[in-house]
């Protein structure tokens, strides 16, 4: 063989070992990588939350979310060691609070606290700019309770029968208070005047505090209510309750009978108080939040601090399974509203 055979030779050898090495390096980088890539979420779970985390509220301080918010607020920031800001955004049936939500990065540092009406009912009220059930998903709930019907206590009634006689004996003059437009404080009051054929006109407001103090004032003559609110209201005095909903007494009001007991069984309606996340969160991270908002609520203090405010503590129902109880929910607000003649409405329409 000539010299220069076995030179090109050499360097055909030298070659094939660099092309060798190269794949392999490529080959151990490319699992290096798929190694990475598989522990990234569980990492990045570890490491959340990585800043403070906001959970943002539709109602004005002192309503019943804002109450809700601020105790699982306190919990959760002793379990991440990061600060937990609950933010006030009232109004517009909740959706200015939904918007600021679905504008945040889908990181799970920003979260909201809202009752199930952001879904059953408020949708088929007004015309919202999201999809309820691909837009928003629920991790965990945190409170329920049914709510009080309640009024001025110059009110000539003591009950449910009461009311709807002086209704009645004054056609197109009385009028209800709801905490916002399209949520159960709403539609117990519409279906309240197809079951009874009365005609008590809607006021909404951005909350219960403010509604509460207009029906204290004797601007407005009653209001489903949440029993957050209204409870400290009605052991002080200022309003009169007439009936709760849900399937039982109110063990924070036990003298105060059930819509069912008066004979508006149609009227046991049970709301509750939700934990929402974006569903685009890395799913490790949901089931971090919703363990630690589970965990929260959960606690003796925690829970006596609902009792006294009227409210039972979550159900412990999984996403999926609440995710289920929505959407069935939906439909049978949906069909009661239409019944009604309720259509979606542009906002302030």
Do not use: C
């Not at 990234?40 to 990585?50: E, G, K, L, S, Y």
């Not at 934990?275 to 965990?295: E, G």
């Not at 959960?298 to 159900?315: F, M, T, W, Y």
Request: avoid cysteine.
């Amino acid at each position: 063989m000539r010299p220069f055979d076995r030179a090109d030779s050499s360097d055909r050898s030298d070659r094939s070992t660099r092309t060798t090495r190269t794949t392999r390096r490529a080959a151990l980088g490319a699992l290096a990588g798929a190694a990475w890539l598989a522990a990234a979420p569980r990492a990045f779970a570890q490491a959340w939350p990585a800043r403070p985390v906001r959970i943002l509220v539709g109602a004005p301080p002192g309503g019943t979310s804002d109450i809700v918010a601020r105790l699982l607020a306190e919990g959760l920031q002793k379990e991440w060691g990061q600060p937990v800001i609950v933010e006030g955004k009232p109004g517009a049936a909740g959706m200015i609070a939904m918007q600021d939500f679905l504008g945040q990065s889908a990181d799970g540092h920003t979260l909201l606290v809202a009752p199930n009406a952001v879904v059953t009912e408020i949708p088929h009220i007004i015309k919202v700019r999201f999809d309820p059930f691909r837009d928003v998903k629920p991790l965990a709930e945190l409170a329920r309770s049914g709510l009080v019907l309640v009024g001025h206590p110059s009110l000539p009634a003591r009950n449910v029968a009461e009311v709807v006689a002086h209704a009645k004996a004054n056609p197109g003059k009385v009028s209800y208070a709801s905490y916002s437009a399209g949520t159960l404080s709403h539609t117990m009051g519409l279906e309240l005047n197809k079951a009874a054929g009365i005609d008590l006109n809607h006021v909404p407001y951005k909350g219960s505090p403010p509604a509460l103090q207009d029906v204290m004032g004797g601007h407005v003559a009653l209001m489903f209510d949440g029993p957050a609110t209204s409870i400290p209201m009605i052991k002080g005095g200022k309003i009169r309750a007439f009936a709760v909903s849900g399937p039982r007494r109110n063990p924070a009001l036990p003298d105060v009978p059930t819509f069912a007991e008066q004979g508006f069984a149609m009227l046991d309606e049970v709301a509750w108080m939700g934990l929402w996340a974006r569903p685009d969160v890395p799913a490790d991270v949901q089931a971090k939040i919703r363990q630690a908002a589970l965990k929260v609520m959960q606690q003796p203090a925690v829970q006596a601090r609902l009792a006294e405010l009227g409210n039972d503590a979550g159900s412990g129902a999984g996403a999926e399974e609440l995710a289920r109880s929505l959407r069935a929910a939906f439909d049978k607000q949906g069909a009661t509203l239409r019944a009604l003649g309720i259509r979606p409405q542009e906002l302030g329409g």
